[in-house]
């Protein structure tokens, strides 16, 4: 089965999955979600041209480049090839950050802010061709509610052409509030644009939001859950990190009792959960933290990923940024 094929399955599955009580989940954009046969009603490509290069994970560069969202194309353009797609808010949340402004990746974007839902998402949505005027940071907003216009705005290394205009749609937890101390004694950060505070992407770990979107009703936190343990680690930490204490009901043991952590890691790089470790644990490492598990039939996407390092044995730069991020706040 390919790909494509096995989406479209699983699209069709989620449109008739309605779970008792969950979250109430809308398409994020005008396009009639009733048209939507197969991914290739909806996905935008690169200029690869391949269709699942607007799906989430490593489908980039021959899988060389993660994408942490999907890419939704417009289903209405004017003469000019402009989208004329309005953007919507996927579920009930608040505004928690909005960039009007083209100075990174992302382009013009929005954050929003889940927390009434099973755990507290957040979903983002980017280069937007105009925010909508009326947004506020704090204010709440309704699923279903315009939040800007689709575009193509990107500061990012290859520039986003009229004829590839997309929202690109992302949903996931926040990994730290201690972000910034960290971006910024990142050398290569000081004399970047690229400042987002909490809601650089660097800060922002996404799942695939076809767990989420496709169907009317979601619990999100079941959705975070299903994503299978790639890789673990456990950390010495004097007191629990801000994660912990956001996300409990990621959390097994009791935070005040902990001396140290087991952190179970999807292969992208999510803290999916979090085990409580006594001081008289055997599993507390010597150091600030090392590397325990790998789960063999995830290590060439954790490869990829670079969670883990070129023999696939030890860390990678990004399971060692995503540590250094999550424990800014538990020195």
Do not use: C
């Amino acid at each position: 089965m390919s790909l494509l094929s096995g989406l479209t399955l699983l699209l069709f599955a989620y449109l008739t999955a309605l779970p008792a009580a969950a979250t109430e989940v809308v398409w994020p954009t005008t396009m009639d979600r009733g048209s939507i046969r197969s991914p290739q009603d909806y996905l935008q490509p690169t200029v690869s041209g391949k269709a699942e290069s607007a799906l989430f994970g490593m489908v980039r560069e021959d899988g060389k480049r993660f994408h942490e969202g999907i890419d939704i194309r417009p289903a209405k353009t004017n003469a000019d090839g402009e989208p004329l797609d309005l953007v919507l808010a996927a579920m009930d949340g608040q505004v928690v950050y909005l960039n009007p402004n083209v100075n990174g990746p992302y382009g013009r974007y929005v954050v929003l802010y889940h927390p009434g839902a099973e755990i507290p998402v957040y979903t983002l949505y980017a280069h937007l061709a105009k925010l909508e005027p009326s947004l506020r940071v704090a204010m709440p907003v309704r699923r279903g509610s315009v939040i800007g216009l689709m575009g193509h705005t990107s500061a990012g290394v290859s520039p986003i052409t009229v004829d590839r205009s997309h929202l690109h749609f992302e949903v996931g937890l926040i990994l730290s509030t201690g972000f910034d101390r960290w971006y910024g004694a990142q050398a290569e950060n000081r004399a970047s644009a690229n400042h987002h505070g909490l809601y650089n992407g660097q800060n922002l770990i996404g799942m695939d939001p076809l767990l989420v979107l496709g169907q009317p009703r979601v619990d999100l936190l079941a959705a975070v859950r299903s994503q299978p343990t790639a890789l673990t680690i456990s950390v010495r930490a004097p007191k629990p990190p801000d994660f912990v204490k956001r996300y409990p009901a990621l959390v097994r043991g009791d935070p005040a009792r902990a001396a140290g952590w087991y952190v179970e890691f999807s292969w992208q790089g999510m803290p999916i959960r979090w085990t409580a470790l006594e001081a008289s644990s055997p599993q507390l490492p010597a150091g600030r933290w090392r590397l325990l598990e790998i789960d063999p039939s995830q290590r060439a996407k954790l490869l990829q990923r670079k969670m883990l390092g070129a023999d696939g044995r030890t860390a990678g730069e990004m399971l060692t940024q995503n540590l250094e991020i999550l424990l800014s706040t538990a020195r």
